[in-house]
């Protein structure tokens, strides 16, 4: 008779729980297959012919071992030997039946639910999993006694295994010792979102200004700075063909930098974007991520195009002066422009260098200029033909930020002041929970330097002359209304919700998915400087982990809960109590009134209160006495002194 | 007073009356073997995280781990408070198996899972106890020889409820089953009254045997009247039944034809069991013993007693 | 406290000299609507105890003395064959009285036994198909001697259960072994006795019995004290549910005649040996010492 017992669903749910985070990286073959498998064992037909199966068994592994190794060309590893591994247990499934296999499956189980983070450490993730981890744990519960239990008392079980867990697992994971240095990359993570790339062409930034994703995030060690005024530096652009405009390929050896003021510390936390570049804002002296490194026009990058999230601190200087002498060399590539192209702009730029005006008053034109004239800041511009410049100052005089960075460094340039565009972010949004700024690619944003003899890169911002409340407000501000549904902006009312949620993972992303060797021992030196050491780390992780077992055990392992007595055996008990101290001692299986009896014998004086005491006490606890008599009871008991 | 002494596994434990309570002192807990594949998952688990940098993968598995020791203590605790009461034991005949009923009561509200009583190789069925309530387990064990057998230490162990660890306790209970001999397998007629009962034989009225009919008295079952009789328009008839009661049986010793002492207690058993069939009024006599003529179960149990016991110091 | 119970214990007391407990305890088994099983040599006013006991209550009595050939219908009753009408007439037997005295009960046959130990379970007798039956209120009072080993039939331990208690008087101590020398006949006191109550108020104070409380912490003590008889492997058997129900009757009855109107665990325990000694049987391989060996140990449970 084919039945559908609960053993299995202890079986198949928790799996089910485990591998749906999977599936998302699985390839879409072994997940069917999964799913296959999975609903086959819950299926009568499947104990019907359990035993027969096994032939088909072997043929599944190994044509599912050929399959894993034809997708990912072996067998081991993150990807094929996860994949053999969710193959192999699914095949497991469709022959496990009594305990010992179900033990079995659940630690492959735990296994399973570990290979999920190789591709996916998110806050939700991590917590679909912990449920996962209860459910396998209460089904291992459930399947270990003898008789089934009922669900509900197994997850409770199962649930209060896990959070009495809690305590020693956070305990350990603080102070376990890290590595000091990853061996890492052995891992490769998801495609990463986009980011700011090394050129710029007309519609580039505005298409990473539709995406929500976070670019990173900024925690400014003193308060009050106001993030949205900072521009965050990403490729600085030298070289325009008339239609994008790209990094300078040219190394160049440092040069001269000043810093100017008071200096600003921060940390920036960025997502991976699978791109090198770090924002940094400012003149940096300072960024202590392994590997990074600055270039001539103040551009940081890290080692490797960023695929996992990074961290890193910044000792920056907002006001600086930089390459107060530009080499022949740099000022020929700051004035470079392709030729044949946008005539109409070169001869605007020509006109006003040609009016003697100094390259201060240059800038100050060409910001009138647009300011002046009708144009509007969109993110829908029109397509431009092949000449963009002139075609976005003269004709359509509609763009975005990298227009009018763009055309101002042409007209700059052509004008005979050095010039570059530089592109990054700017703006943001402040956290009030978390006291950091939030950064995304929406921010992103396009700006132009000019150099000034003396003064060095300066910086002006095109932008700003035609919609200033872009650079006061951000970009939602900035917009015209009709722009704003390109945005992606999320209704108002969810805002404080979003914020909270960011902090949360921020949070995660700080000191969970980010603990590693310099976190610890930056949390442990705050704790105490002697935590630092292994030795001290080892030290105190034998001493917490003592005191936590300890505290469990005492939890556990007092004598089990007796039902509370009642009210008035309490009192009696009390009463009883005090007549030991004077040495009457009740014995376990004399009767009150034999007690008293003999008491009486004993204590003649005595023989008022205990004759009373007694007889309401057994009236309460045998009788029909109301409750009312407790309270005299009481009264007796209290005045009781023997 | 007597000093108690660490109860350690491989020491023969005390023979002890019951009930046990089952305290800290006397458990033991070790993992069991899926518990140390869990160990060495554990141990993989740590190398990868560490491995790939997953910092959640340790987080992960120190939870796997605290996890596993929760439930050592659960483990401990499923067993710790419980007591024990060996229940009697029923004789039985040499060969067959005595039920060993142990009463394990659980006197806390929680639930207890998965106990087993152990003796070597024999293993009561496994029980959970609800909170506050008992259970009987029940180990059958194979009683070759008669007698009184004091049973070898049991123990009562789970893994419940993570499997990982097994708790158990040692206990030697002062318990045990008599085993009666083991009758004979061939009938042989009863040895002839050797004249010392009191046996002058007597009818007795009874109701197994109808003997005669006699005139009817008031008072007389309607069931024996003659109603044939009455039929006829004679005068009833009450039917007589008689007991079949001869001499009262004596079982001897020396009347047994077999000579090894076994044997003879085998022989007296089989007679024993017969006579009480055969409703006779019967007494033993072995060396020792001598069970005055009666009937009735505790008339044969003290019998069969007597012959188990034969020869006991 | 019912001043008719009362008086008859006082009067009985006047016969039965130096016996107050065991005559209470009588009374508490009658009110408790049980049977009572007497065990003790001849001659110690078991009989006498058993009259005053019906005289004082107005009960009518019919005396049974068991003997070997004693036959079910000569207890129940049976249908008489009358010449005159030429049919048969159910004359009904000694059972049909309001207490019985049933006296050397191991004496008779096990069916003549188990005649009286059916009807007294089930307070009706069956015979010839015709089901008749007893009188309201019904309780036997029975007798064994426990010394004569030789042609008796033991009761058996299942019919032993329907004994509410079994009691032993014992020799009178020398006071009252004196006064009982000194005295009057019993038998012209037994004469001179006065029923203190109707069979209707005897009805009446059996109800009351019922209706004394039993506490939830008192049956926590019951039940422990059962479970203590179940699960020790000094008994054959534990007591059973019936053996549970006659402890606490038992008591409510004690404690009725105490004056409560409810019992607690001292009623119990005085109730216990009475109520229990006959039930339980040494597991084999166990030596019982004396008669007081199991309510040694079911005494030494902790009162909860």
Redesign the interface.
Known sequence: MAKFEPGTLWLVGPLLLALLPQTLFLPVWISAAAALGMVWRISPVWRKNASSQRLLRLVLALSGTLGVFIEHHTLFGPQGGVSLLVLMTVLKLLESEGRRDHLVMTLVGYFLLMTTFIHDQRLLTALWLAVAATVFTASLVATQSSAPLPWRTALKLGGSLILQALPLALLLFVLFPRLHSPIGGLIQTRQAQTGLSDSMSPGSVSQLIRSDAIAFRADFASAGIDGRALYWRGPVLWQYDGQTWHRTGTAVEKVAAEPLGQPLNYTITLEADNQPWLPVAGLATHVNLPGAHETADLEWLAARPVQERQRYEVQAWLDYRIEPTLSPARRALALDLPRGFNPGAIALGRRWAGEGRSPQAIAEAALAYFREQPFHYTLNPPTLGANAVDDFLFASRRGFCEHYAGAFTVLMRAAGVPARVVTGYQGGEYNPIGKYWIVRQRDAHAWAEIWLANQGWVRVDPTAAVAPNRIELGIEAGLPDTDKSLLNLPAAWLQPLRLTWDFVNNGWNQWVLGYDFERQQRLLNVLSPSLTSLRGMLWSLLAGAAILLGGLSLLLLHPGQQPKPDRPARLYARFLHRLARTGLHKGPAEGPSDFARRAIRHRPQLAREIEAITSLYAGLRYGHAPQAQLAELQRLIRNFRP | MKTRRLNLPWRPPDIEA??IRLT?RRLYILPTR?GL??AA?LF??LL????????????????????G???L??T??NL??IVL???????VFAGEAARFKL?V?N?????R???ILKQGRHAS????IPG?S?VELEITLTQPRRG?HHAAPFNLAS?????LFRCWSVFA??????VYPRPAPDPLPFPASTGTGQGKARE????DEFSSLRS?R?????NR?AWKNVARGQP?LTKQFADRQGETLWLDWDAAPEQETEARLSRLARWVLDAERSGQ?WGLRIPGKTL???????HL?QAL?ALARHGEI | MNTSITSAIGQINHIILGKDRQVRLALACLLAQGHLLIEDIPGVGKTTLAHALARVLGLDYQRIQFTSDLLPADILGAAVFERESGAFRFLPGPIFAQLILADEINRASPKAQSALLEAMEEGQVSIEGETRPLPSPFFVIATQNPIDQVGVFPLPESQLDRFMMRLRLGYPNPAAERDLLAGQDRRELLANLQPVLTPAELAEQQRQVRNVRVSDALLDYLQAIIGASRQNASFMEGLSPRGGLALKHAAQAWAYLAGRDFAQPEDLQVVLPGVVSHRLRPAPGITAGDEAWAVRILLQVPIP
């Open positions: 019951g009930p800290s899926i594949v869990f998952l993989g688990l990868a995280s560490s491995n790939y940098a997953i910092s959640l993968g340790y987080l992960f598995t120190f939870l796997l781990a605290s996890v020791m929760a439930g203590f659960h401990q605790r710790l408070g009461r060996p229940l009697p034991v029923a004789p009463c009561d006197p806390d509200t929680r639930m899972g998965a106990l069925a496994e029980a959970d506050r008992s009184y893994t419940w409820p993570l499997g209970l002062d318990w045990g089953v008599l007795q009225a009874g109701e009817y008031p008072g007389d079952s309607l009247i009833p009024i005055p003529p009666g009937r009735g179960d505790p149990k007693d």
